[in-house]
């Protein structure tokens, strides 16, 4: 086996890889072009992917007693969907993966066991900007009449009682998970309800946390993802003054996994295919790498998975699950001025709009008070294709909520997720008849291939939690079958 440089911490974050660096290879999307043979290792595991739910997986599994893991990473960074970026003089912010809230308890616990500090939200005082039809206003929002609250009221009771009768981090099992399946967001809301306010908080959280029109998403996928997070009030609940970040951007948690992990993690490894035929061992191959092992972790959304070429062919409904999962990429902005102005007008740095590039703006400032950071989302899709353009387009849309003084920013730090070769989305808005048909097959094992990746939690999918708890569970499956056929030795008994 060749020794590798040791990875720096430099290197994890911020993609300056060693031995495999993509450069070297020539790899991108449409593929890599292979420059020799393939060097042959052997493993007990491979795990693909080194976002969290690859890394927890991979260090939960080293935790059990397996004797050698490797994780293979397309990117030359680890962390996927989180990433950590300096806006100044040692001030990182989050352009993927950020809010951890109370409840997603197992990231909480993670950081803490890496020593990965939380930091409290922005100061939240002052009043949020509305920007609906062209009308502008500053403060509590236009006030529902009576007849929409009551409306708003009704549908929300409606969609809590639908998410009830889900089973837990299995809605394709419901007894009307077909029926839910069959209409859109937008169809449903259309037949329940009259008035276009009435509606408004609804489509708010679907945009928010989908990316997503009403007519992009089934009214079981919107279900289910309420049943997930445990209510629809936290999906309507745009932000959450008891949310947290962590210490130094998420990406960090990723950075010291793969530190411990060492030179068990190979950047810049794109995996293109999987062989898994019933006799001798798993094969994963990338285009300069063929690693045998006992059984391998797919640790993606679904839909990135579609870049896998495997044999022999996936089970019907795994492929189709795979080739009709949608990821919708966003686009994520800090902006950072030299103080936060828009609280001398007494705004909280809170926007939110339609007809705008960017429709959901939060004061992302640091405790310090200085810089002022203001940061930004849109649909990826929507942006002008250069970075430029992509500049001035936001600035535009923060002056039309914050008016001329957003035109004084000093910096501006994107992550335009649309152009990532390696995510095919940041969140997954399914459509009609996905889930209540595919769903079944998102964490079932296909021979001795393993799902993972925050989708296939249970709880929390699509957030950094369900990606942790996604790691855990797919970590256990594995280790469960390795003791069974004596690879592992049983948990030592306490007492
Ligand atoms: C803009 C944005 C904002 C978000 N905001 C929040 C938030 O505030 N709070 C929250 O909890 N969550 C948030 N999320 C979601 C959260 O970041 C993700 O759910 C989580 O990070 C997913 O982790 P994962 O390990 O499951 O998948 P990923 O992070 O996607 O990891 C998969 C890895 O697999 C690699 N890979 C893909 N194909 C291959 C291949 N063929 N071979 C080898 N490697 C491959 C990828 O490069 C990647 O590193 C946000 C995401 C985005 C993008």
Redesign the pocket.
Known sequence: MKLRPPLTRRALLRGAAGIGGSLLFGCGRGGCARSGPLEKRTADIVV???????LVAARELLKAGVGSVVV????NR?????ISQEVSQGVMVD??????SPK?TRILALAEELGVGTVDAAESEGNPVFLFESVRVAGTGRLFTRAEARELRQLRDKLEAMAAELPAGAPWDAPRAAEYDRVSMFNWLSDNSSTVWGRRDIELAIDWTFGCQPHDISLLRFVAAVKSVGGLERLMAISDSQDVSLSGGSQMLSVKMAEMLGDRVLLG???TRIVDHPTGPVRVETERLAIECGRVIV???PA?AR??DFEPKLPELKAGLIKNWKGSP?Y?AHIVYKTPFWRNSRLNGTAVGDGVVVDFIFDSTPASGTPGVLVAFGAGEELPATAEGRKEVVTQSLVSFFGEEALDAIHFVE?D?LGED??TG?ASPLGPGVLSKYGPALRQPVGRIHWG??DTSAEFD??????VR?GERVASEVAVILRENGVIPAPAKSG
């Open positions: 693909i992917g080194a976002g969290l739910s690859g293979l990473e397309a990117r680890v962390g996927g969907l989180t352009g993927g993966g950020a809010w951890v997603h490894s794109p995996v640790a993606m959304m990135d870049r896998i966003d994520k992550m997720w390696w995510s940041c990746g925050s699509g957030f950094m939690e369900g990606a996604a």
